[in-house]
């Protein structure tokens, strides 16, 4: 019956105008003069029945879907799985749910899925920019949608972006080794122009440069890489002076960590370790590894109030003026690089 019933059901069994009980459904009986007693009855019926409003047909009549469209690379990444758990939880409090996909790794279906965004009538868009969909989120905004930007900062696409301070991380990591008396510090990264890894190895080279250390760097091109894991293995061979390492992100550290079960474990296990995102694994390993941990729900708090606040008063498109929120990052410091 919850499929099957409409507005017009509701308005004959209570014995009141299909406008009214629009009017309770949408929360605005107060605001309409509408008494308690028959907006209790309305309720009390939609909750007997579980009636269930048509989120496109709503917001066909009220222009607000109370939807939210939530798209990044690869939703099963830790970072972006964690982050969309908590912005779920935050969206809710303000009676919007989230619908989220992923692009995957050739951006081949972005428009397919921002097409079935703006079908169902997203109010707004939360998005970690890939490279390939740079266009495609510019003409959002342009066209006036709400949109905040995560993650990815992208010099050319004027937008509220929502940020973990990428370069103070590094450096913050980077220092916390120093510090232990390590003076060979590996990093290991991706090869791409994506702006937060950028920031992640320039936090590192400013760094070292600063404390007169020679720099040991390793960019894979992580799309086409036939073994990370092969790679990071050779880059510590040759480079048997390094006594610590970096990973810039958390799967590069799980391909880091593949050495353990491959015979190369003392190749690894021999040097401090820090990652840059924690993950559960990380703490149960041996040695704990030390990792850099984003403030995921105050990211979260920040993406949604924004885009709330966007929607409810509405954005005038490539007018708006550009809002950059920079969060700090956390170091977990476990056993993993503890002093030399």
Known sequence: M?????????????GTSITTVSFVINGKAKEKHISEKVAKKILDFISEVGYKPNSIARGLRTGNSKTIGFLVDDISKPFFSSIASVIDEKAALYGYNIISSSIGTKNKSARSILDIFAERRVDGYIIAVTDGIEDEVAKLIEGGKPVVLFDRYLEGIKADYVLTDNLLATRDATCHLIDNCYKNIGFITIETAQQQMVD???GYL?????GNLQSFVLKIDYQNALNPA???????IDNPEIDSLIFSTNYLTKQGLKLLISGDDKLLLSKALVSFDDFEL???IKPPLTAVEQPIEALADNIIKLLIKKITKGVKGAKQEESIIKLEAKLKIRESTMTK
């Open 282 to 284: 990380l703490e149960y």
């Open 206 to 210: 400013e760094t070292v440069n600063e």
């Open 200 to 202: 992640r190895l320039q």
């Open 2 to 14: 919850s499929r099957q019933i409409s507005i017009k059901d509701i308005a004959s069994h209570v």
């Open 230 to 236: 092969d790679e990071i293995k050779k880059f510590l």
